[in-house]
């Protein structure tokens, strides 16, 4: 079954523990994305990945750290986690990044930083 | 800048009834895709149907229609025989040619959908 695969899917943590959230997709797309979603704010990007060792920034990257070695895994770090990062990310990928690509979204990961 | 707006926090509509969720858009490129998305109660985020700037015909999916009106940048999902499993938020998105953001969706705040029986 074609998926993206996000782990885990509920995490609570305190500030400053380091944390990461997996995302694994099967399609072998080339783009990988990840967003967060937060109440009355939509989606936001945060970082995206082209390509095997090929990332860059969204709009909200802050805080995160993204790596692509393998073209399957796009892991999200989060070096040392604050409150204001509590929220659901949404990891997202699809064939290519042009315009009339589907991304296709895992399942979410809740996060909450204490 | 690419911006969506959708205007209605909350619908209500009843079963087999048909439904119109708006969405509007603001974009200065002249190549861009538009996007609907259904996310239920558990969370996950379902694609339901694309529309390309210049496809001539509003897309279809099933029981979704995007009613594409490009003079007025909008781009408005009707949901047609509504029932209680499309109770859930939807959200509108754009990609974009150009920007500062390869392959990045912008999305709306979301329409929270309620079918009643």
């Known amino acids: 079954e074609a998926q993206v695969t996000q782990n885990p899917r509920y995490l609570i943590t305190v500030t400053g523990k380091k944390l990461t959230v997996t995302c694994s997709q099967n399609?072998?797309?080339?783009?990988m994305s990840w967003y967060r979603q937060d109440p009355g704010l939509g989606l936001r990007q945060i970082y995206y990945?082209?390509?095997?060792?090929?990332?860059d920034k969204g709009d909200v990257p802050e805080g995160y750290k993204v790596s692509r070695k393998e073209k399957r895994n796009f892991p999200l770090i989060l070096e040392s986690p604050s409150p204001n990062q509590t929220s659901l990310y949404f990891c997202?990928?699809?064939?290519?990044?042009?315009?009339?690509?589907?991304?296709?979204f895992g399942a979410g990961t809740r996060l909450s930083v204490l | 800048a690419q911006k969506i707006t959708q205007t209605q926090p909350g619908m209500f509509v009843q079963e087999k009834e048909a439904v119109t969720l708006d969405c509007t858009y603001d974009t200065s490129d002249p190549s861009y895709g538009l996007f609907w998305y259904k996310q239920p109660s558990s969370g996950e985020m379902i694609f339901l149907i694309y529309?390309?700037?210049?496809?001539?015909q509003n897309a279809t999916e099933g029981r979704y229609s995007l009613n594409f009106q490009k003079a007025r940048k909008s781009a408005n999902l009707v949901i047609s025989a509504s029932q209680l499993g499309d109770s859930a938020m939807y959200f509108c998105?754009?990609?974009?040619?150009?920007?500062?953001?390869?392959?990045?969706?912008?999305f709306g705040q979301g329409t929270i959908l309620t079918v009643h029986p």
């Open positions: 529309q390309g700037s210049y496809d001539q």
């Open positions: 998105a754009m990609s974009n040619a150009g920007g500062t953001s390869y392959g990045k969706l912008t």
């Open positions: 997202a990928s699809s064939h290519t990044g042009t315009i009339k690509n589907i991304q296709y």
């Open positions: 399609m072998n797309h080339e783009y």
């Open positions: 990945s082209m390509n095997v060792e090929v990332t």
